[in-house]
Nanobody, 123 residues
Framework: QVQLVESGGGLVQAGGSLRLSCAAS????????MGWFRQAPGKEREFVAA????????YYGDSVKGRFTISRDNAKNTVYLQMNSLKPEDTAVYYC????????????????WGQGTQVTVSS
């Protein structure tokens, strides 16, 4: 069992930066691929980024490539999403998830989910 809690969201102007954190409880955190997703009002959930259990492979959605960076610290049971050059279209609720790599990358799903954190980018 893994419980996930996101933090770090907020209101930022376009061009600004935020760093989201996802703290996990449970001794099996380091065995999971971790992913970030987002969902804007009226839109489907969108894959943002993923990182394999040891940080060896990183994956990004096309809309965030070159602007967002995912990382993890297994000693702290935490995964991060550094978001730079934010745009108004990045406004959404951001969720972290833990699961199998294929589920996160190809099916936009996971075994465990956080409650989400709101990111709002003003123009």
């Amino acid at each position: 069992q893994v419980q996930l809690v996101e933090s770090g969201g907020g209101l930022v102007q376009a061009g600004g930066s935020l760093r989201l954190s996802c703290a996990a409880s449970g001794r099996t955190f380091s065995s999971y691929t971790m992913g970030w997703f987002r969902q804007a009002p009226g839109k489907e959930r969108e894959f943002v980024a993923a990182i394999t259990w040891n940080g060896g492979r990183l994956y990004y959605g096309d809309s965030v490539k070159g602007r967002f960076t995912i990382s993890r610290d297994n000693a702290k049971n935490t995964v991060y999403l550094q978001m730079n050059s934010l745009k108004p279209e990045d406004t959404a609720v951001y969720y972290c998830a833990a699961g199998e790599l294929r589920d996160i990358i190809y099916r936009a799903t996971g075994d465990y989910w956080g409650q989400g954190t709101q990111v709002t980018v003003s123009s």
